[in-house]
């Protein structure tokens, strides 16, 4: 039997290993945190969530890897949720070593930690009503920010960065060639780092990349709306027109980061979570097919006008909506509106002119 506490190191060849670093309480179960040998000593892709049975288990991993967390020399980080970032600033006050982000995570990250929680809850419940939740669920957001409650959430002080990843460019690691791609969709400044030498098994294929939750092998990573309480838009709300949330077209860039890892053509996929794998066309192209079909169906919900909420409502969850809790009903929304976002720009959906709060109706071909 397995334990939690059991980093289960795998060693992947070429100076690279995975471990198995726990998330408490999450069907995830686990991320896969990397360590690559520099010539300046080991590097970690992600680190993983902040809680203490996964620290120890990240330090036995390491050690596990013939290193001491001591020694790290670095930490490149694929996005900023609390699952691959958590464990940052641990890491680098047990070793000294600097921590790199895309610049659009590290915005998300200074913001985290400046803003006040009660403008988080005002942020949030804006947002919602905006999207047409029942006044029964945006409640309790009101209430929390009047209150002045503290959210009891990790990673509300996550690290700030010392580097930046730049897109494009061959990260400076001696004696390693890995270049940042930036593949925004699941957060704005997700990267995977593509490895450029061959594969330690010769198996075919341009390398390997460390992919975080951009390409996984069974599950397909949440897109919903960049959240961004700065945003204008979305914190300026007035009695005739509603708050309404900018936050991109995260689907459509999801969407053409996946094509873009996808031409890469690598040999072999090193996720963040689940397993490696090998099929990283195949499973580009599953991916495609899957949005492509979900959207279909959307724009078919889309026959009558729904807000983003009714539209979340009828679409197809792992469970009945009635079964699914506050927390991810909101996640929920956010999803809905990304494929409404999605569907505009499509021109497959519109705005109903003068709905408020806004509904979206099926247009087009
Ligand atoms: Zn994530
Ligand atoms: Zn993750």
Not at 66 to 89: C, F, M, N
Not at 137 to 154: E, N, S
Request: aromatic fraction near 4%; proline fraction near 9%.
């Amino acid at each position: 039997m397995a334990q939690a506490s059991e980093a289960r190191v795998i060693a992947h060849g070429g100076g690279v290993w995975s471990m198995r670093v726990p998330i408490p309480d999450n069907p995830l179960g686990y991320t896969l945190v990397h360590l690559m040998e520099t010539d300046r000593g080991p590097v970690l892709i992600d680190t993983g969530w902040d809680d203490p049975g996964s620290w120890d288990t990240l330090v036995a991993g390491i050690a596990a890897c013939g290193a001491e967390v001591g020694d790290v020399h670095g930490v490149l980080i694929t996005h900023h949720h609390p699952d691959h970032h958590g464990l940052s600033a641990k890491v680098r006050e047990a070793s000294g070593a600097w921590i790199a982000l895309h610049d659009a995570d590290a915005d998300v990250v200074r913001r985290t930690r400046e803003h006040a929680p009660a403008r988080w809850y005002g942020y949030m419940a804006d947002k919602l009503a905006a999207a047409g939740a029942p006044a029964e669920h945006v409640a309790p957001l009101l209430a929390a920010r009047d209150a002045g409650r503290t959210p009891r959430l990790p990673g509300l002080a996550p690290a700030l960065p010392d580097r930046s990843i730049v897109p494009g460019e061959l990260l400076p690691l001696a004696g390693r060639r890995l270049r940042a791609i930036w593949t925004p969709g699941h957060t704005p400044g997700h990267v995977c780092l593509h490895l450029e030498e061959a594969h330690p098994a010769g198996l075919p294929g341009h390398g390997r990349l460390f992919s975080g939750d951009h390409l996984l092998p069974g599950i397909t990573p949440h897109i919903g709306l960049y959240e961004d309480p700065d945003d204008a838009t979305a914190v300026a709300p007035s009695p005739s027109s509603r708050p309404r949330p900018s936050g991109g077209d995260p689907l459509g860039d999801y969407l053409d980061s996946l094509e873009r890892v996808g031409r890469l053509g690598v040999a072999e996929v090193l996720p963040a979570h689940q397993h490696a794998f090998t099929e990283a066309r195949p499973r580009v192209r599953e991916l495609l097919t899957h949005h492509e079909e979900r959207l279909t169906q959307l724009r078919t919900l889309l026959t009558e006008p729904r807000t983003p909420w009714q539209l979340a409502e009828h679409m197809q969850w792992n469970r009945p909506w009635a079964d699914i809790p506050y927390g991810s009903r909101n996640i929920a929304v956010s999803e809905a509106e990304a494929h409404l976002r999605r569907l505009v720009k499509l021109g497959r959906a519109e705005a109903v002119a003068g709905s408020d709060p806004v509904t979206y109706v099926a247009c087009g071909a």
